[in-house]
Nanobody, 116 residues
Framework: QVKLVNSGGGSVQAGASLRLSCAASGISVGDYTMGWYRQPPGKQRELVGRITKTGDTNYADFVKGRFTISRDNAKNTVYLQMNNLKPEDTAVYSC??????????WGQGTQVTVSS
């Protein structure tokens, strides 16, 4: 059974940093494209960024230079390091595993709240 568990969210002030985790079981994160998504209150879910099997990363324009996705194959965990957080980053953040364009699993999400 594939399972992704998100953790690391919280309430912080603008300018702070958080690191979110996506711990996987049932799959090896190095074999999948792992994505981070977020859903702001009242809005649709949007892609934050991805890390591919080869370790390449890409990010949405609104987080470039502030957020970094990394992967620890030994811990079977993917991370989202978020720096210089802004109030508009407030959202539920979830990770996703995809293989050949097909979604395999989603994390349950973790709330990030940024106050000004």
């Amino acid at each position: 059974q594939v399972k992704l568990v998100n953790s690391g969210g919280g309430s912080v002030q603008a300018g702070a940093s958080l690191r979110l985790s996506c711990a996987a079981s049932g799959i090896s994160v190095g074999d999948y494209t792992m994505g981070w998504y977020r859903q702001p209150p009242g809005k649709q879910r949007e892609l934050v960024g991805r890390i591919t099997k080869t370790g390449d990363t890409n990010y949405a324009d609104f987080v470039k230079g502030r957020f970094t996705i990394s992967r620890d194959n030994a811990k079977n965990t993917v991370y989202l390091q978020m720096n210089n957080l802004k109030p508009e980053d407030t959202a539920v953040y979830s990770c996703n595993a995809a293989f050949l364009g097909t979604n395999v699993a989603w994390g349950q999400g973790t709330q990030v709240t940024v106050s000004s």
